[in-house]
């Protein structure tokens, strides 16, 4: 009886060591087979966020309108660029217009691309050497110059990235609402004298763009004509602008009782005019751009 009592005990000891042996094989083989299943499921984080930004980001704005360079006088200017990607930043640009052409310098946050091409990233990939754009480097600072097809369209722009060496395909608009009103030739806007409309008192449809989009003006809006200027009253939507800057002058308000009243002069209709008004809600004051769109099919007595 103490042999067979001897072997079973045996047996047991032999079978629970070898079970403990199998499982912690079997354990090890499983991490040694997700482990790079787990790796090679993860996305190639640069490129697929690149991808993704870009998608999301959207350029311009509804109802934009190409504004070419016939249209534009001659001279440099500062001009903003939307991009369709926050990895392809724009931290200042120079618009030239020369020849009736129209070309930009763009200053880029960084020095991760190294050429352009002004088209889609296939056409980018296809395209011979000669008709790249080099990054031009100076100061440690990278910049391109490309050339401008029109102002207020989307611009396809492909960009080199000198890490991963491949085209990720871009969009751009050159913001026109960015300009002097004196960067445009004058059959750029509808005028009163065009409207041919006598003095008086008209109403006109307003359209306010720009700031965090919470602040709105009253539309439409009194519009008065004197001496063949017009004057727009404009009422915002709540009494905490102390001022507007209208054309280089600064604007004081004619009442803050229950909303901010100003009168401006309009520089013109169908286009966006430049404006900026100082907002007294935040701790601090600050002065916040703006643009203002008077409707001149809207214009009536």
């Known amino acids: ?51 993704v930004t870009a998608a999301q980001i959207e350029v311009g704005f509804e109802g934009m309108e190409a504004v070419y360079a016939d249209s534009v006088k001659s001279g440099e200017y500062d001009i903003k660029v939307d991009s369709s990607s926050s990895m392809f930043k724009i931290t200042a640009c120079k618009l030239v217009v020369a020849d009736g052409k129209m070309t930009a310098k763009m200053t880029m946050s960084g020095s991760g691309y190294e050429y352009l091409y002004m088209g889609t990233e296939e056409e980018a990939g296809k395209a011979v050497e000669s008709d790249r754009i080099a990054a031009e480097t100076a100061d440690d600072v990278v910049s391109f110059t490309v050339p401008v097809e029109a102002l ?120 966006k005019m430049k404006i900026s008004a100082d907002t007294t809600a935040m701790s601090t004051p600050h002065e916040i751009e703006y643009t203002l769109f008077f409707d001149s099919a809207s214009v009536n007595k």
Do not use: H
């Open 152 to 271: 207020d369209k989307e611009i396809d722009c492909a960009a080199f990235s000198r890490r991963k060496e491949q085209w990720y395909g871009r969009k751009l608009v050159f913001r026109a609402d960015s300009l002097p009103k004196e960067a445009f030739s004058e059959d750029m806007f509808v005028t009163v004298d065009s409207l041919s409309l006598e003095d008086g008192e008209y109403m006109v449809d307003v359209k306010l763009e720009g700031g965090s989009g919470k602040a709105s003006v009253q539309s439409p809006a009194k519009l008065t004509i004197k001496d063949g200027k017009a004057f727009a009253e404009i009422v915002w939507s709540s009494n905490k602008y102390d001022y507007m800057v209208v054309g280089g002058d600064k604007i004081m308000p004619v009442s803050t009782d229950e909303f901010s009243v100003f009168e401006i002069p309009v520089e013109g209709f169908d286009y």
């Open 1 to 51: 009886m103490k042999k067979v009592a001897i072997l079973s005990a045996a047996i047991l000891i032999t079978s629970l060591f070898g079970s403990c042996s199998d499982n912690s094989d079997y354990t090890a083989e499983i991490k040694t087979t997700t482990a790079p299943q787990t790796t090679a499921s993860e996305p190639t984080t640069e490129t697929t966020a690149e991808k």
